[in-house]
């Protein structure tokens, strides 16, 4: 079963407009963690933002914030003040069992995200 | 800056070739991962190594053999591959939890190397 679902292939946002892309998870695993990481066309994944399943808040870094709605297994993540640098490959990641673990990091199919002026 | 380096960042080589490529992090990881991406998919786990032991294959090819000479390096050697294996090999590193302290599980990549299969 698909544990990770990303549900835009592809994306489209105006520079400085903000822009959500979806995941939505699924795990019985009472800890885990949520990964979002951008791939540009050259090839590197650059981690953006972390959630773990019992953090009380949503997680925010500079301009990137994750939605983390628990009950629907879902942690969209928020770019606001988009820039053109953005567009680029966007996976959502999971990462099952606690932080101790050096544990599998499943990855969605993807999101790719373009940035026009 | 990366802080994970991968050579080469690209190959080509033929059915019959045997070739290694090599990662490398300083940041006191104990953790590196091999993760394969065909084109417009994610990436795929291959081999984990946790403190220089293999820990996870996820039912890899022999064809694909992965060392870990000491903690800061890891290689992938491959012999004998298929067309189909033509793909982008990224290398990460984490902090094993083991080591102790909180840290969130995340994964450093490398830029990867880009192997083309003849």
């Known amino acids: 079963a698909q544990k990770i679902t990303q549900t835009q292939p592809g994306m489209f946002v105006q520079e400085k407009e903000a822009v959500t892309l979806d995941c939505t998870y699924d795990?019985?695993?009472?800890?885990?963690?949520l990964f979002w990481y951008k791939q540009p066309s050259s090839g590197e994944m650059i981690f953006l933002i972390y959630?773990?399943?019992?953090?009380?808040q949503n997680a925010t870094e500079g301009r990137y914030s994750l939605n983390f709605q628990k009950a629907r297994k879902s942690a969209n993540l928020v770019i606001s003040a988009s820039q053109l640098g953005d567009s680029a490959m966007y996976f959502c990641?999971?990462?099952?069992?606690?932080?101790?673990?050096?544990?599998?990091?499943?990855f969605g199919t993807g999101t790719r995200l373009q940035v026009f002026p | 800056d990366t802080e994970v380096t991968q050579t080469p960042k690209h190959l080509v080589m033929g059915m019959t070739n045997k070739k290694s490529l090599k990662c490398e992090q300083h940041?006191?990881?104990?953790?590196m991962y091999w993760y394969k991406q065909k084109a417009k998919k994610p990436p795929e786990l291959m081999f984990v190594?946790?403190?220089?032991?293999?820990?996870i294959n996820e039912s890899v090819p022999s064809r694909f053999s992965p060392e870990c000479p000491n903690s800061s390096l890891l290689n992938l050697h491959l012999h004998a591959l298929q067309p189909e294996d033509s793909a982008l090999y990224l290398c990460?590193?984490?902090?094993?939890?083991?080591?102790?302290?909180?840290?969130?599980?995340?994964?450093?990549f490398g830029e990867g190397s880009r192997l083309t299969v003849l």
């Open positions: 990460a590193s984490s902090q094993e939890g083991l080591a102790g302290g909180y840290h969130t599980g995340e994964l450093f």
């Open positions: 795990t019985s695993d009472p800890s885990y963690g």
């Open positions: 959630q773990g399943s019992y953090d009380q």
């Open positions: 990641a999971m990462r099952e069992g606690g932080t101790y673990n050096t544990d599998k990091l499943i």
């Open positions: 940041m006191g990881h104990r953790a």
């Open positions: 190594y946790s403190y220089e032991k293999l820990s």
